[in-house]
């Protein structure tokens, strides 16, 4: 049987585009910041639109070898969210996970809440200074991490200085946003 021009372009088009969809795809960024259920969903979605500090977190994010889950759960001490001090290897990505305790923060899907937006953007800050370090590894590796680079706060909590200004920004321009949109 014989092919037809048609046919021949058709496949010549085909391979063509198979060949290319590698490419394409390694020219996507991946998103590396994920969250684990719809409330939190929408409360990145916003963050996103209406802060450029928080769009640099992701961005931030997405040029590393991380992922990272926000879920919602508990944190030790009671606090409304951490960045969970342990790194899972797996294969050439570090995972980390973020927990926002859904009792203590409003997930109101109509308003978003820019105090909440604020918690995450600082512990994405919290995210983002552990994958800037590609030999932050092991939980040890964090742990000592914190205790060389951060400050207790209260208790058992270490903070950094450009995490609670990441978390002060974003809650800003988050209502500042909320603001004008609501005046226009």
């Not at 951490?82 to 927990?99: E, F, M, N, Q, W």
Request: proline letters at 4%; aromatic letters at 4%.
């Amino acid at each position: 049987m014989r092919s037809t021009p048609l046919q021949v372009s058709t496949l010549t088009l085909a391979v063509m585009l198979a060949s290319r969809a590698p490419e394409a795809e390694s020219q996507t960024p991946m998103n590396r910041v994920r969250a684990t259920s719809a409330a939190i969903a929408n409360e990145v979605a916003h963050a996103r639109q209406w802060s450029p500090t928080f769009q640099a977190l992701i961005d931030a994010i997405n040029a590393t070898d991380g992922l990272v889950y926000i879920e919602e759960g508990e944190c030790r001490g009671h606090v409304r969210a951490c960045l969970v001090h342990a790194v899972t290897v797996a294969g050439p990505h570090r995972l980390l996970h973020i927990k926002i305790d859904p009792r203590r923060n409003n997930f109101d899907t109509r308003d978003v809440d820019p105090d909440v937006v604020g918690l995450l953007g600082h512990e994405l800050q919290h995210a983002a200074e552990v994958l800037r370090d590609p030999h932050l590894r092991t939980n040890a590796d964090i742990a000592n991490f914190y205790m060389r680079e951060g400050t207790f706060s209260t208790g058992t909590v270490i903070e950094t200085l450009e995490a609670e200004r990441a978390g002060v920004v974003i809650a800003d321009e988050v209502r500042r946003a909320r603001k004008n949109r609501l005046n226009h």
